[in-house]
């Protein structure tokens, strides 16, 4: 694992997460744990996360007005567990808020 550039893709990695990509903001928080510590598992992820984008990467984002409803509604999801991280034993919260059900701001 010393020749295997896995702190470099993780960090290519997040700065697509940043950029483009939130849905990958969970596998790459993950990952991202074994950044001191990798093994040769962590790597098969990183390579299956790559295998991801090259399978998404001819896909866009469209946002177009809805035919019913008010542009203007503000919609918020949340979701919450109790020591939901088996690890750490961690609590975690997450949310989404919406328009035109187009998401502008989330965090997880």
């Known amino acids: 694992m010393s020749r295997v550039p896995y702190a470099s ?6 700065y697509a997460m940043v950029c483009t990509m939130p849905d990958l903001a969970y596998v790459i928080s993950t990952i991202s744990w074994f950044m001191s510590n990798s093994k040769k598992q962590h790597w098969e992820v990183v390579k299956w996360v790559l295998q991801y984008l090259r399978g ?12 019913t409803g008010n ?33 502008i701001s989330w965090k997880a």
């Open 56 to 67: 998404t990467a001819r896909l866009d984002l469209i946002i177009q007005r809805l035919k």
């Open 71 to 103: 542009f203007r509604v503000l919609q918020g999801y949340v979701d919450a567990n109790y020591a939901g991280d088996l690890n750490q034993r961690r609590s975690t919260t997450d949310y989404v808020f919406t328009v035109a059900e187009c998401v």
């Open 9 to 14: 893709a993780v960090g290519s990695l997040m």
